[in-house]
């Protein structure tokens, strides 16, 4: 919840919702925050690869 907060309450909140739930539970069952990072890093490469699709 504080992960989507920090995001705002904007579009986006939903999204950073999810993603801050699933890397959570990444974090308690390996142990390690890498997992969540991965998590991160592609739910926003795949966000921008949206954008510049939609932008072309």
């Known amino acids: ?3 989507a907060l920090m995001h705002g309450l904007n579009a986006v909140f939903v999204t950073a919702l999810v993603v801050g739930l699933v890397a959570a539970e990444l974090r308690r069952r390996s142990g390690s925050v890498w997992p969540g990072v991965v998590v991160h890093v592609t739910n926003n490469l795949i966000g921008q690869g949206l ?3 939609l932008a072309s």
């Open 1 to 3: 919840m504080i992960f």
């Open 51 to 53: 954008v510049l699709f």
